[in-house]
Every structure is written in C-alpha cells, then in structure tokens.
C-alpha cells in the first residue's frame, strides 16, 4: 500500500494510474487479438460440428435400406400383419390363418387365501428332519429339462414363486388374488414336448408339491400356429414367421378367408432420408458460405473488461456480434472446401446402368453465385426414379469403388473429411491442447507475450514509484531546509 504527496501535495496516484494506463494499452491490444482467435477457433469448431453432423448422416445414404425398403399393405390388417426386408421380392402373397400359437397354462384347483404363511403350516405331512423339501417339474425345447425347487420349512407360497420365476426355465408363477389360485404358464408359444405324440409342455411328473399340495391342472394347452402360404399349409411355434425375407405376424384367425399382403418399394421412405440428407447439406452449405459473406466490420475489436463495466448486456451483445462477423471471410479452407464438395456432384457415375447422373433424378446445384453450390431438388422426378428405379438411384448415391464407378455421396464424404481434417490442423478440436493446431500455437505465443508484458509493467510502475518517491524526499529536505533558514531569519 502507497500513499504520495504528502510533501508536494502532488496527487502521486492519479499521475502513475494515467501513467500506467498510456503504458497497458500494448497489453490490451494484445489480450485483444487473444480474444479474436479464440473467436476464429470457436467459428472454424462450429463449422467442423455441422460438417460432422452430415458426415454421420451419410451412414444412411450409404445403405440399401435407404433406397430399396419396402412397404408391406394387407386386406386384413387385424388378422395378419407383415414387414419386408429390401430383399424381399414385390407382389401379392395369400395367408389363411386357422390357429394361432398359444402357451400352455396350469392353475391350482385348491384356492389359497393368503401366500405369505409358511408352507409348513399349511401341509398336514411333516417336513423331512432337515427342513427342506425337493419339488421338481419338467418342460422341453431350449432351456428344458428337469428343474428343482428346494423348498424350506419357512418358505412361503410367495417364495416358492419367486425361485420359480427367477430360473430360466420358460415358466413363470404367479398368484391371482381374485380366485385365489395359483398359475403358471410358458413364457413362450407353441408345442416343444415331441415325445410320444407329444404332451404337456409343464410336466410335473407326480410331484407331491404341484400335484397334491398346489393341486395344478392343466387348463390350455399349448398349440402352434397353423396357416397356409398361398395354399401350402405351414405351422409356427410363435405368431410370426418368415418366409421369402417376409415376416407375417399372425394377430388373430382369419375364419376361413385368406388376407392378400402385398409388397412394394416404400417410395415414400427413401423420397424422406434423401430429402432430409439435402435439407442438412444445404444447411452446412448455409454456415459456411454465410461465414464468408459476413461484412467485416473493422472499427469493432474486442471490449477491454474496463469498456465492459461501462456499457449495457445489450450494448455488449450487439458490439460483439459486430466484432465476430467477418473474422473467417476469405479463408481459403472454408472457400476450398466448398468449392470441392459442390464439385463433388458434377461428374457422372459409371453404375452399369441408365442413372448416371444427378441431374437425372432431379436434382442439381443452384446457379445462384449467393447460394454458393445449394442443391435444388425436382420431387416429382425424384419420386420417379425412386419408383422406377431405386436400385440405381442407390448405385449413383452409392458406390465404394474408386475412380469413375465411386458414388456421389462417397465423393461427398472424401471432401467433408478432408476439409474437416484442414479445419482441424487449424483450429483443433474441444480435447486439442494449444500446440496441436495453427491458432493455438498463436494462442500460445500470445500468453508468453502477455505473461512478460505483465511483469515489465509491475517494474515499470514500481520505476515510477520510486521516482516520484525520491521526488518526494528531495521536497522534503527542501522544505526542512526553507523551515531552518527562515527560523533563523526570525532570530537575528
């Protein structure tokens, strides 16, 4: 803490701040030009984000399903519905349902007014001396065989249930507090017991426990779907199957009549992901020509803290909207890589067949120069082509090979990642360090600038303290020295 001007009445503080003010401005201009690269850096990032966001939807339009899904429509849709992979082969097929697949479902004959009270109150046989019981059933197909219930003299009817669901073992037990019964079905559809003639798909073999004590009885029994394929009679375990790259999905019986589904290409679909995929690279067409005809306005720099305090949110708001506008005009990155991916569209694709080109499927680029390449589409002919011929629509989007046979949209990703990959050596990315790209290697430099600035100001100011420190001294002796003689004056 100093304190000035005691002897020369001077305001030592004032002068040294206006001092030091005149001596900052080389600091501020140069925190200043800090703040307008990380602005160019978080300008060139939001670039590189829209550019990823297209590259991640051109998956998409790399893929059959894009152009070649198909559309599945039935005559009775409350009977049987179907879905269809891009495979599956256009036309009507005919299916009769007869019976659907069903579980089988056991419930106890004895009514049980509360499952909580320990078995061991319940059973008029005693529990073996050590407590425990063994009960056991029996079911088939994946995940069968014999399963065991270790049942203690504690356990509850409630217990018994939980071991029971919690086995893999395609049942599952609970307890209906309406009737007070116990039920337990397959947690699956259709017959898997094939011995014999086949049997119950839960058997429980005699077992005291589920026979006796639980009195279980078979109540349905479990069936598989029966329908017939434009005339040929098939079964299923489940209430679908596939067939052709066609799965049917059995709802109910079709009483004696057969539901007509017919499958076509899903036009509509693939019309959608191609107009969406336009819709985003018209957009990071948008970001990036707009960033070049942005007006630079010159006059605005970025505030100082000490021109902040004395302006408004909205008066900072609107100055540095000015301030950032402009700052990527005339990069040659941005401009080069528009440049190659509106190039991207122009050249024709060998696919083999008569869609060679975009043009063809109505589509191109816009001829206005302010557009800067937006693609412009004709949804009529698209819908056509889509129609007509999706398999070379997919082939013109669509291609990995090299050369004259590589799709539109592998050209497309070859240029957005090499321009990503420029936009990066530039300005980096969120988990980049400051010496991994150009602007941060300025960054960079510029906090080695204004860290050593900083310390010669600190001796700068002190220089002025002590100088006007020893000015201070030197009045004060004067002014001792005028005191002496004039009490000597005053004594002759």
């Given at each position: ?13 004032e ?13 501020e ?59 599956a ?31 061991s ?22 995940n ?66 589920f ?11 479990a ?34 009549k ?16 191609i ?91 816009s001829s206005?120069?302010?557009?800067g ?35 539109l ?46 310390d ?37």
């Amino acid at each position: 803490m100093r304190i000035g001007g005691l002897a020369s009445g001077i305001n030592t503080d004032e002068i040294i701040e206006k001092l030091m003010t005149a001596e900052r401005m080389p600091l501020e201009r140069m925190e200043q030009d800090k703040t307008t690269l990380e602005w160019k850096r978080d300008g060139f990032r939001d670039i590189n984000k829209a550019l990823l966001e297209l590259d991640n939807m051109m998956l998409d339009m790399k893929l059959s399903k894009t152009y070649n899904s198909k559309t599945v429509t039935s005559s009775m849709e409350g009977a049987v519905t179907a879905t269809a992979t891009t495979s599956a082969a256009n036309g009507a097929y005919k299916i009769e349902v007869t019976e659907l697949a069903t579980s089988e479902m056991n419930v106890s004959k004895k009514e049980f007014e509360d499952i909580n009270t320990p078995i061991s109150e319940l059973v008029d046989d005693e529990f073996p001396e050590d407590g425990k019981y063994t009960a056991s059933f029996t079911t088939y197909g994946e995940n069968g065989g014999n399963h065991e219930i270790v049942i203690d003299k504690n356990d509850t009817i409630k217990d018994v249930l939980k071991q029971i669901n919690d086995k893999d073992n395609n049942v599952r037990a609970f307890y209906d507090e309406q009737s007070g019964k116990i039920i337990m079905e397959t947690t699956r559809t259709g017959k898997y017991n094939t011995e014999g003639d086949g049997g119950p798909e839960i058997n429980f073999d005699n077992d005291s426990f589920f026979t006796s004590f639980l009195e279980m009885s078979n109540e349905v029994e479990a069936q598989d779907a029966v329908f017939s394929y434009n005339g040929l009679e098939l079964t299923s375990k489940n209430n679908s199957y596939t067939l052709n790259d066609i799965t049917f999905n059995f709802n109910s019986t079709t009483d004696g009549k057969s539901a007509t589904l017919t499958v076509n290409n899903d036009t509509d679909a693939a019309f959608d992901s191609i107009m969406a995929f336009v819709d985003k690279y018209n957009e990071v067409v948008e970001v990036m020509n707009g960033s070049q005809r942005e007006e630079k306005h010159r006059d605005f720099h970025p505030l100082t803290e000490a021109q902040k305090e004395e302006m408004t949110e909205k008066e900072i708001e609107l100055w540095e909207e000015k301030a950032k506008s402009g700052l990527l005009r005339g990069d040659t990155t941005i401009t080069s890589g528009l440049f190659s991916m509106r190039n991207s569209w122009y050249s024709k694709v060998k696919t083999g067949g008569e869609i060679t080109s975009l043009t063809q499927i109505g589509i191109e680029t816009s001829s206005a120069y302010m557009d800067g390449g937006k693609l412009i589409v004709d949804e009529d002919k698209l819908r056509t082509a889509l129609k007509d011929d999706p398999e070379g629509v997919q082939k013109l989007f669509s291609n990995s090979d090299d050369k004259d046979s590589r799709g539109l949209v592998n050209r497309l990703e070859d240029s957005i990642e090499a321009t990503m990959k420029s936009i990066e050596r530039k300005a980096g990315k969120s988990t980049s360090t400051l010496e991994n790209y150009t602007l941060g290697k300025q960054m960079k430099d510029l906090n080695t600038r204004i860290s050593d600035f900083e310390d010669r100001l600190v001796r700068i100011e002190t220089r002025y303290w002590n100088q006007f420190s020893a000015m201070e001294k030197a009045v004060q002796r004067a002014n001792q020295q005028s005191d002496y003689l004039m009490s000597q004056f005053g004594n002759m």
